[in-house]
């Protein structure tokens, strides 16, 4: 573990003013949670200075391979930090991902009690599919308008009876939460976001690069009919 | 290094039928290049088997940091096999990004050595972004049909004229060549080919399940009009 997989970006003097981003990670986390909104912030650290930290609940690697398939092809990523010595941040990204149903495990477990603690000072909480699930758990988006993945929103919906669930929604936005449906909507709602925070024209920019055709409309949420939910 | 970040998947016997899957890998690499395509074959893998190889020119750490932005923020991943010790394969998916520019560095001159000499064991090819452009210049596309990244699309496609460069597509077919255009299109081709190799509804249900709406005309291209390819 000497190279870490994952390399934070360092940066110069003139670039203090850059967002602090950080990404939360748990084992059986879905990979295109993490990498879809993750290679839009590559994409716009080109042309806007960002920095990346990842944390989880030790340094080991975290593997996306969830138990319930354990012939199943994973992935896993090198931790820059643990919740217990996390650098300032101004994003935390929470990513979803079958692994959010271990709830009595160690990982899922620290993974609440660190969004609980470190949500008073973010300037911005994002969350891709069941990562919401997390964050409703910590109790930060009680009384707050949010959703989730579609197939699992009746079961994550329940976690947390507190939170307004939104069915129909591409990604909700309250205040500074920013909540997102399944699994490829964290692409969305980290373009809604761009868009909010840099401009349109540079959320824009990123998706036209990528060839990605935004989702602009967040109520334009086709899974909420497909899985039986209106 | 001992534990490397991304965990080829160890099949049990009676899983011997399993589509073995290389992912090609260079420095500056687009990360979505890589990892939408995988991780829709991370969830084909929960019910069709397969096994997962990460092949560079080195096993040191292939970084996505282009020199071109040096401040920006970045992912690497750690192969598990390097081009001259490659284990079989009947799959090989070659990922783009700025990465495919520096034609003279070993790991590009490498990479193109690479799939020229393994293409005729493959069973497929398929191609995200630019890296269409390292297959062409493998010669392994002479006379074939083919597409690339939009806005690359002139400066890709003469790097090799006996291709035959479609510039309106969101992926090509033609024979086991499957070429997709920009970055997000990677996740339509390889949907497009779960449909092909495993049938409509298997893909239609990992698209369902990540809550992506697949593109499912290959023709659907809004990006070759913004890029004045029409």
Chains 1, 2 share one sequence.
Not at 8 to 23: C, K
Not at 66 to 86: D, E, G, R
Not at 138 to 165: H, M, P, Q
Request: aromatic fraction near 8%; hydrophobic fraction near 40%; charge should be negative.
């Amino acid at each position: 573990m000497s190279v870490p997989p994952l390399q934070p970006h360092t940066p110069t003097p003139d670039q203090e003013v850059s967002l602090r981003i950080g990404v939360l990670l748990f084992p059986g986390f879905q990979v295109l949670d993490v990498f879809g909104p993750l290679d839009c912030l590559n994409v716009l650290s080109r042309t806007h200075p960002l920095t990346l930290s990842l944390l989880s609940h030790t340094l080991d690697p975290v593997t996306s391979k969830v138990h319930s398939y354990p012939a199943s092809i994973a992935q896993s990523i090198l931790p820059t930090h643990t919740f217990s010595n996390p650098p300032p941040l101004d994003v935390l990204l929470v990513p979803g991902g079958l692994g959010t149903r271990l709830l009595d495990s160690d990982p899922i477990t620290s993974s609440i009690a660190f969004i609980r603690s470190v949500y008073p000072s973010l300037r911005y909480l994002i969350t891709v599919c069941t990562g919401s699930g997390l964050a409703a758990r910590a109790g930060i988006l009680d009384g707050r308008r949010a959703t989730t993945n579609k197939r699992a929103f009746r079961e994550i919906s329940v976690w947390r009876s507190e939170v307004e669930w939104v069915a129909k929604a591409r990604w909700v936005v309250d205040g500074n939460l920013w909540t997102s449906s399944g699994v490829s909507s964290g692409i969305d709602v980290i373009l809604a976001w761009i868009g909010n925070v840099f401009g349109e024209a540079v959320a824009r920019g990123v998706a036209d690069g990528m060839e990605y055709r935004m989702v602009s409309d967040e109520g334009d949420d086709p899974f909420a009919t497909l899985y039986g939910l209106e």
